[in-house]
């Protein structure tokens, strides 16, 4: 290429996750015809996430502030706990609006493959937080992955022998969803779970 | 979502050609995991787009100089110049090693249906170079679209009465295609287009 500016530019696109050269070329070059204000404003967002952004002291969720807006609400159950990967996982349950607790994000889950253990997450403020007596019941909404089995397994055999209730969200048949194709495991498992059929 | 701050990173990301809510979100995500030296530098690549960048004063390809490396390079022939879209257009005819002339870049294509004249486009700058009398080969290497055809058309009109020689690059059946999947219109040209065959 011509310029060890634009080259510079397309190397730090390249470095997100799914973007490949060709997609960071086209996106710079989107800057380059844009107004230089959007470009600085641009650049101001990206260094307001490590200069102004907080994780929430109690449930590590992101924030601007100490506390997250979702652990200072008083409407809601902050005795029923959620345990989530991400961020993401936050936002997605908050779109169902069908849960009125607090949550708690572990950053991650532990996966012995890539030697991230527990002590990598957030897991031990946990357990502070049930010390506390704060949580009576915890839900495990985390990925039906090996990951996901082994970090709900980790956590609620530390917490064998208290009374705290656990779940885990249900796993099943997506709601539309035609038997025919879905995975067998999928499958097995809405058969072993099968719930009373209410009239 | 439950912070300003991320909310504004993803709006900025969302701006990006291609890039929808769900992805600028995890792009930002990954973001919030990696080091605050990376999102700073990424940050001044960004802004160095807008400060350092400039245009080349000749051919209007990006530089980080007044007169780009294609340019200034003596051992290419300046007499011949391709017209192209962008830059990416630049980087892709020099990937082919094909070509040792020089470029013009018009920063767009005359599109009447998108408010796109002739005037928004660096053309006057290439009539000035055809008075310094620095051009005799003019090869068009447009997209074979209606904007294509009329930007080319412009050109070669305003040209009319000197004694430049202008051409198209070849449109046809790709190397290596299959004329079932060729499309009517592009295996029409390559037929109205054929070339003696040389044993």
Same mark, same amino acid.
């Given at each position: ?9 397309? $190397? ?11 997609? &960071? ?17 641009? #650049? ?12 929430? #002291? ?6 601007? @502030? ?25 936002? &997605?349950? %908050? ?23 527990? @002590?990598?997450?957030?897991?031990? #403020? ?7 007596? %704060? ?7 985390? $990925? $039906?992955?090996? @990951? ?17 209730? &656990?779940?885990?969200? $249900? ?8 038997? @025919? ?19």
């Amino acid at each position: 290429m011509n310029s060890k500016i634009v080259e510079g530019a397309v $190397a730090q696109f390249s470095k997100l996750p799914g973007i490949g050269k060709k997609t &960071a070329l086209r996106l710079v070059l989107h800057l380059l015809k844009v107004d230089e204000q959007n470009v600085y404003d641009f #650049s101001k967002a990206l260094l307001k996430l490590k200069t102004d952004l907080h994780f929430c #002291s109690v449930c590590h969720n992101i924030s601007d @502030e100490t506390i997250c807006s979702i652990c200072k609400d008083t409407g809601r159950n902050h005795e029923m706990v959620c345990i989530v990967e991400d961020l993401r996982d936050v936002i &997605a349950i %908050e779109n169902t609006n069908q849960f009125r607790g607090v949550y708690h994000v572990l950053g991650g889950l532990i996966s012995p493959v890539d030697g991230i253990g527990p @002590e990598d997450l957030n897991i031990e #403020s946990l357990f502070v937080r049930f010390q506390r007596n %704060e949580i009576k019941e915890l839900i495990f909404a985390l $990925a $039906a992955t090996m @990951e996901g089995d082994t970090t709900t397994f980790y956590i609620t055999r530390r917490l064998n022998g208290s009374d705290i209730k &656990a779940s885990t969200i $249900a796993r099943g048949i997506s709601v539309g969803g035609e038997l @025919e194709y879905a995975d067998e495991i999928t499958l097995g498992r809405s058969i072993l779970g099968r719930v009373p059929y209410k009239l």
